[in-house]
């Protein structure tokens, strides 16, 4: 994205193109986030993850041989191929993690992929400016070119059991979807999302409906909407406060910021997968409205003007915060059924992309009047109320089922929810007393 957006700035000679890359990129995972869901449901999640990386290499290769004449309209495709195909990539990854490595390992899944991003954004950022100044930019296209290539291969050797299919309710197969009764958060029945599915009516209500399935699960996608919304103001800010904090040098803040914040975030993915492997134990939804409270905290502080080596705390304590929300969230939105998880994922991804949108133009703007610290907090000020709403709507059920809890086993794979549970839905296995992976959003068992 750094040599992107420079050479979209050096081919057009305007700064309003580079953000207009950007909008059409953002858009384009907008929509794709939309229909997301629907083609988890009919095509297999490993062929769209290997296809999605096939496409933008392609496009990739595209704006290395477009002639002069033609880079701008290359441009606009790899923009919007990149939104489209990154957003399909990740929400096929995401909802097919619980059958690559099983439903039990999937905190430590995400914890791992969580770190490995990180490190990869660590390396990426550090070589792009190199890689441009010494060699080109169309050095640094074909490297790009080359990673979705070598990620096709990876997803190509994936181990996703029954052809990685996002959704069992697949239009394509008969007696798969409609008659299946499998059980969704909190016990409840998900055959009528998957009959709905099948019939091909309807697809964005289905999403909807993942989303209702568990009490919270919707607040906790709007929370995720409102989060991208705060990210976009430090996005935006940060260039500015670093040319405030040093004139001569801004690009030094501005890299030592990001790096001490992945250092963070891979410090508490490994501090979460010891935790879970020791405790069995995941983090939970409650993790996942404290990170974000914590996040967007030391966010609004690293704008505060203090001496750089407190700011340089900060910014792990918010890379660390960052990787606690993302491992949190992801597992569990991973517990709800096939049938619904990639419509979740994808709707998810919609109101991320939607709120960074929003976000940028309004940070934009903003930033043309007032300080980066009162941008900054004012947003990231949103994100906090609205994570201290979702924290009292995940506390209420659990401290009602602390007084007298209210699900019991009746079976060996069902479990009878109170009505006001707000149960995960993993699967019979979550009723089982040594599992360890229920997280704040279950009212708790008796023991």
Known sequence: M?????????TTGRALAMGLFMAVRLASGFVAGLTAGGLLARFAAKSIMLWANVAQAAVMLLLILAPDGLRTTALMAVSVVIGACGTLFMVSLRSSIPEMVGADR???????????????????????GVVVSLVGYTAAFVVDMATFVVCAV???LLPIAGGGRGGDASPDSEGDSGERTEEGPAGRPAEGAAAREKTGRRRMPVAFLALAAAPGLGLMVALRGVDAFGSSSHNAALPVYSSDVDTANPAVFVSAFWCLWALGNVAAQQVIQRYTKHTGRAVG????GYGTVVMSSAF???FAGFPLAATAVIALVAGAADGLTEVSYTSHLQTLPTGLRGHAFGLSATFENLGFGVGMILVAAALDGYSPLTVVAW????????????????????VAGLRAPGIRAVGPRHT????????EGEDAREGEPHRGDRDGAETPRSQ
Do not use: Q
């Not at 750094?2 to 050096?10: D, H, I, Q, R």
């Open 379 to 398: 947003s990231h000020g949103a994100a906090i109320v609205v994570a201290l709403a979702f924290l009292l709507r995940v506390a209420r059920p659990r």
């Open 106 to 128: 999937r905190a430590w899944a995400n914890s791992l992929s969580i770190t490995g991003r990180s490190l990869a954004m660590v390396a990426g950022f550090a070589s792009a």
């Open 154 to 156: 990876t997803v190509a």
């Open 300 to 302: 609004i502080l690293a």
């Open 416 to 423: 009878e929810p109170r009505p006001d549970t707000a149960g």
């Open 285 to 288: 939804a409650l993790g996942f």
């Open 2 to 10: 750094v040599a992107l957006n420079l050479f979209v700035y050096a």
